[in-house]
């Protein structure tokens, strides 16, 4: 059956990202991942919630399938949107962490996220990572937003912010599914769509 948008939501305009192509590419990205860590005695992936949960679901039965590393896995939960759309002026997020693991000194981490958007999300938890003893940080994000028009702070952060591993690039609109939200609604979508921010903007 083709994937359809539910019930031809007026909110949504199309599905960018088939679920067999995130198929494909997650496997990929798995594939790189376990050769990364051939030589490292475990890996450890912290999943940030919610966004996360379904990549880092699929990611990790993806690492399995190709023998890779002992691997021991981490949620924690970051909030930086609140529950909205950003701004476009905005140069500075308060970003919220809750539920870092504890005894991670010396630990070689990935840290698993839904969006690499303006990037003060992922650096401060890459930061608080580090300050506990992590050993490496890398960052793995599914999807990456080319940000039209960044404000020099947002260009600093991105400059100090390159993704490890990306499953793919995507333009600078909101995107909803496989775990991505607008007020909590469509994380359950199996393919990633783009959504008319008309509709939510206020
Ligand atoms: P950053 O700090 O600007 O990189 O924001 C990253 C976080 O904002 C992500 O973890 C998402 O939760 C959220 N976010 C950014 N862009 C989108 C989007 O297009 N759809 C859904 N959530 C998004
Ligand atoms: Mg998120």
Not at 6 to 20: K, T, V, W
Not at 43 to 53: C, I, M, Q, T
Not at 73 to 102: C, H, M, Q
Request: hydrophobic share 45%.
């Amino acid at each position: 059956m083709p994937d359809r948008l539910p019930a031809e939501d007026p909110r949504l305009e199309r599905i960018l990202i088939h679920p067999e192509g995130i198929r494909t590419r997650v496997a990929e990205m798995a594939g790189q991942i376990v050769a990364d860590a051939a030589q490292l005695p475990r890996l450890r992936l912290v999943g940030v919630l919610k966004g996360g949960w379904v990549f880092l679901a699929d990611l990790a039965r993806a690492i399995r399938r190709q023998d890779g590393p002992h691997v021991l896995y981490e949620f924690i939960r970051a909030s930086t949107y609140g529950n909205g759309i950003k701004g476009d002026d905005e140069t500075e997020r308060d970003v919220t962490i809750t539920g870092l693991p504890e005894d991670i000194e010396g630990d070689h981490i990935i840290l698993v996220e839904d969006i690499l958007d303006q990037g003060f999300t992922l650096a401060a938890i890459r930061r608080s990572l580090l300050a506990k003893g992590a050993a490496s940080v890398r960052v793995c994000v599914f999807l990456d937003k080319q940000i039209d028009s960044p404000s020099p702070a947002v260009r600093a952060i991105r400059a100090q912010l390159i993704p490890d591993y990306v499953g793919f690039q995507v333009p600078d609109r909101w995107v909803v599914g496989y775990g991505l939200d607008i007020d909590e609604e469509f994380r359950d979508l199996p393919y990633i769509a783009i959504a008319r921010e008309e509709h939510f903007c206020s």
